[in-house]
Each structure stands twice: as structure tokens, then as C-alpha cells.
């Protein structure tokens, strides 16, 4: 029998977009958040919601890989009080009702491109395992080859930041997209700042986006993708003197927003650059960002 057709036979039809999940095609992924099924292992809810505080309901998957939307409680406004991680146990988590994202609002579920997202408005945060303790329960990463893919709409005000995901320091962790500043993109790890699109990049909000970032070994280069676009390249190589830390979803300060819409987000220990095409087009087979 023909290798191919005998592989196709044996995978069988896979969900959540049409082509295989996203990690069962890529390995060694450190965490995984999203409103669709990312791995065949992964047994497994989406999210934990609630209309008040005090009522919590687990949403998992449907026959699709789908989140299951059919089982959200019927409350006008649901909240995320739990992200979970379909790689490991790095939960993000929100105890404050105040301050968790929104999955549903008006009885309607938040959604970019049709699809299901998780909503961010000044003040609303998710940490990694507790919210209880600042900076006590990041996730400290000592590789130096990195992969983030980041499916979001960012909807900031052109005057404002937004920061979409913080480590423990403004050095270790953070994507901030600065608006207030033409548009551009400021990545942080391992106690060094990247800085793209001085001199004429912007970054599109109030759009979709899937962005992809690698993080080439000591003596490498940290890239940046933009919907499949060819990447920017900053100019700082990677020394190795710091690690990089996963802490926090969104965050906010007088001039430091997250409104943004997250449907997904994915952090390998391994640089995919060579596999960047692929990568974004397999994201890209589910979400229609571009």
C-alpha cells in the first residue's frame, strides 16, 4: 500500500479545522490555551465559566474540536475564571469576577472570525496557576529556542499600549504592542527588549491576527510574523543571560491596556522558524485570519 494513503487511513479524519491538530503535528510545546482541541491526548476541558462568582460550570469540546458552546449556561454574561492548559497543569486562572475575561456578553458568545474568543477589557487579567501571589508562580523557561503563536484581535485605543502577555519583569515575557507609538511591537525575554517597526511597520489593530514569534538560540535572532507576512528581524542577537517567564494574559496601567480578543495561544521550547510556513497556514485552516 501506497506510505501515504496507509498514514492517511490509519490518522482517520481529524477535527478543529481540517488538517491535523496542532499539537499532534508539532511537539514540545510548553503551554497551550485555546477554545479549540490543540492535541488528540488531551482529554480535558476548554474552560471553566461563571455568571456570578459563586456558580462555576467546565466547558470542554464538541465532535469538532470545537469549544462546546452548546453547554454554556444560558446567563446573558459568562466569565472565564479558568483558561486550561491542554499541554501540562499551568492553568490560568482568575478569582476576581471583576477582573476575569468575558466569554459571553449580552447572550451572545464572543467570537472573532465566527469563532470563539476570550475577552480582555482594561483591568482584566489571567495568571498562570494562582492570582493570589505576584510573580510567584511564572513559568520559567531556561531554553533559548522559542516558538509563540498568538491568534488575537487586538482593539486597543490608538493612544494606549496593549500588553498581551507579561513575565514577571518588563524584561522577561512580555509582547507589547504600542499603539501610541505608530503601531509597533516590543517583545522582552531573557532580560532583552526586540523592537519592531521603527521606520515604517505597523502593526493592524482592531483586526485578527495570528503572530508568530521565534527565538533563535545564543548568537540568533528573535522574528516576527504578521499573518504569513515575511518576518521583521530585529537587530539585537540573543545573548543568553536571562530566562524567559509565562505569567500573565493581558494586563492594564494609566497607559498600559489589553482589550484584546484571544482565541489562542501556544509556547513551544523550540524554534520553528524553518516550519513557519506551515505552522501559519495550519492555524490559518481554522481561524481565516488572512
Known amino acids: 500500500m501506497n506510505p501515504l494513503l496507509y498514514y492517511l487511513l490509519m490518522k482517520g479524519p481529524s477535527s478543529a479545522g481540517g488538517g491535523g491538530l496542532l499539537l499532534d503535528d508539532y511537539s514540545n510545546a510548553v503551554v497551550g ?3 479549540r482541541k490543540l492535541s488528540s491526548d488531551y482529554t480535558g476541558n476548554a474552560i471553566k465559566v461563571t455568571p456570578d462568582g459563586v456558580t462555576f460550570t467546565d466547558i470542554g469540546f464538541d465532535s469538532n474540536g470545537e469549544l462546546d458552546t452548546a453547554s454554556l449556561p444560558s446567563d446573558s454574561d459568562l466569565y472565564v ?29 464572543i467570537k472573532v472570525n465566527s469563532k470563539p474568543a476570550v475577552s480582555f477589557a482594561t483591568g482584566r487579567e489571567m495568571r498562570v496557576n494562582s492570582d493570589s501571589t505576584p ?3 511564572q513559568i520559567d523557561i531556561t531554553s533559548k529556542n522559542l516558538t509563540h503563536i498568538l491568534v488575537t484581535d487586538l482593539d486597543t485605543d490608538s493612544a494606549l ?22 503601531g509597533n511591537f516590543t517583545y522582552q525575554s531573557g532580560a532583552q527588549s526586540f523592537f519592531f517597526g521603527y521606520g515604517g511597520f505597523n502593526v493592524n489593530l482592531f483586526d485578527p491576527n495570528i503572530f508568530i514569534v521565534t527565538h533563535g ?27 524567559h517567564q509565562m505569567w500573565r494574559i493581558a494586563g492594564s496601567s494609566a497607559t498600559n491596556v489589553s482589550t484584546q480578543k484571544m482565541a ?3 509556547l513551544f521550547d523550540v524554534d520553528y522558524d ?12 481554522y481561524y481565516g485570519t488572512y
Open 161 to 182: 499600549r496593549e500588553y498581551a502577555l507579561m513575565g514577571s519583569s518588563s524584561s522577561n515575557g512580555r509582547w507589547q504592542f504600542r499603539a501610541n507609538s505608530g
Open 33 to 35: 490555551y485555546s477554545l
Open 135 to 137: 510573580f510567584g508562580n
Open 264 to 266: 489562542e495561544y501556544v
Open 81 to 109: 475564571s479558568t483558561w486550561y492548559d491542554q499541554v501540562a497543569s499551568n492553568n490560568l486562572v482568575m478569582t476576581t469576577l471583576s477582573s476575569m475575561p468575558v466569554i459571553k456578553s449580552g447572550g451572545n458568545v
Open 274 to 285: 524553518s516550519s513557519v510556513s506551515d505552522i501559519n497556514t495550519a492555524v490559518n485552516n
Open 217 to 243: 538560540d545564543v548568537g540568533g535572532n528573535v522574528k516576527f510574523y504578521q499573518n504569513a507576512e515575511n518576518p521583521k528581524t530585529n537587530g539585537t542577537t540573543v545573548n543568553g543571560t536571562g530566562q
